[in-house]
């Protein structure tokens, strides 16, 4: 019997953190699926009203389990994604894939060897206004695609620095925690960045990670894009202020994270206003734009993304995320961090190839070369 057959998915949590505990909550409000189990050395028993170990072998050892959820520290999503693919469970990976990038080549290989279902929890791409925003790019709506804006800044507690140590340490900070899933939707909605240019700083916060990074993309399809993401910045602006995925960022309607320029129209997502000239109406700047806004119909990423993960799980779709596509998101990731630590442009294909090729040359700079 396989999750393929009758039955809801049986899934087991590992790690019961802020994030972990979250998708139980998705697990317990989906219909096709149950929470069988949840591994965290520090969860107590009986407090999720099913078994509970310390160790997730042992939850893989003991629980008759179709699939994983993996929320614990970066450092350690590659062995224990192995681990579960071993065991033969599907994983739903949280971001980042790995903490660098040729650990995520590691994972990327398992993933081929095992045959392995891995969908990485890029959630943001599950949203339902990704979808029309894409199909509407590809199909030229806008014209050819020019430019793309992003920003996402919202001042986080200093709590969440002082009660949780690993948040201040290498492998994480607001690229790898927040702006790598901006930069992620950047990839899928605009395709492969060529070259990037990055500046960071740890000013706000003085911590060995940076607090603010400015991004400059070029993309292989000649679109050029900016992002600038700060976690030390008050604002309003940004993916999780736009959105009502998660309760801990207070909703802005009409909220914008994006805004893509073409060269008959212009897009702001995810709240989908298209800006257009009407039939007949030169497009120069001096003509009025329309706005009418793309049809979509509201859903929380993280149930959509959870639909999907039973659906691999059952072995009836590929991955939206596959490993090898937060693989790729990650490199891109590092790319910036090196950029930002050296001043230079780098070509992203040309710094994955040289990391590959070095087995883990691509070390992240230290926070006091960066911050310049
Ligand atoms: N998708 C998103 O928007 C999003 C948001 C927040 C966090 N995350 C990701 O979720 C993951 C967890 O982040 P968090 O904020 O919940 O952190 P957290 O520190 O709150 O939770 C991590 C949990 O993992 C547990 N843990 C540690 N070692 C373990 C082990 N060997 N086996 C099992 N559990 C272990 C810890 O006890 C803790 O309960 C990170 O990868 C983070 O990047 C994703």
Not at 125 to 132: C, K, L, V, Y
Request: aromatic share 6%; proline share 6%.
């Amino acid at each position: 019997m396989t999750a393929s057959d009758l039955g809801p998915v049986r899934i087991g949590v590992i790690g019961a953190g802020f994030m972990g505990r979250q998708h139980i909550d998705f697990v317990h409000a989906a219909q096709r699926a149950v929470l069988a189990g949840v591994a965290d050395p520090v969860a107590p028993a009986g407090s999720f009203e099913v078994p509970v170990y310390a160790e997730a072998q042992r939850m893989l050892d003991s629980e008759p389990l179709d699939a994983v959820i993996i929320a614990n520290p970066n450092a350690l999503h590659v062995e224990t994604a192995i681990q579960c693919l071993e065991a033969g469970v599907a994983v739903l990976l949280e971001k980042p894939v790995a903490v660098d990038y040729v650990q995520s080549r590691r994972l990327v290989e398992a993933v081929e060897r095992l045959h392995g279902r891995l969908l990485v929890g890029h959630h943001r791409r599950h949203h339902p206004a990704i979808a029309p925003a894409r199909a509407a790019v590809r199909a030229g709506e806008l014209g050819q695609i020019v430019a793309v804006s992003g920003l996402w800044s919202a001042r986080k507690e200093d709590a969440y620095y002082t009660d949780l140590p690993w948040h201040a340490q290498r492998g994480a900070g607001v690229t790898l925690i927040n702006a790598v899933h901006d930069l992620d939707l950047l990839r899928h909605l605009f395709g492969e960045v060529a070259v990037v240019q990055a500046m960071q700083t740890s000013n706000a916060r003085g911590l060995e990670v940076e607090d603010t990074v400015s991004v400059n993309l070029l993309f292989e399809s000649g679109v050029v894009g900016s992002f600038l993401a700060s976690d030390a910045g008050v604002s309003p602006w940004g993916w999780d202020q736009a959105t009502e995925e998660t309760q801990a960022f207070p909703y802005v309607p009409d909220g914008v994270a994006y805004h893509v320029v073409g060269t008959r129209g212009a897009l702001s997502v995810p709240n989908l206003a298209a800006y257009t000239y009407g039939p007949g109406v030169p497009a120069d700047w001096h003509s009025p734009l329309s706005r009418t806004y793309l049809p979509f119909t509201p859903r929380g990423s993280f149930h959509a993304q959870l639909d999907h993960f039973i659906e691999v799980a059952r072995g009836a779709v590929e991955p939206l995320v596959s490993a090898d596509d937060a693989s790729r998101t990650l490199g891109l990731v590092e790319a910036v961090a090196l950029a930002a630590r050296t001043g230079a442009s780098l070509d992203v294909a040309r710094f994955c190839a040289d990391a590959e090729t070095a087995g883990g040359a691509s070390e992240p700079p230290r926070q006091e070369e960066a911050a310049r």
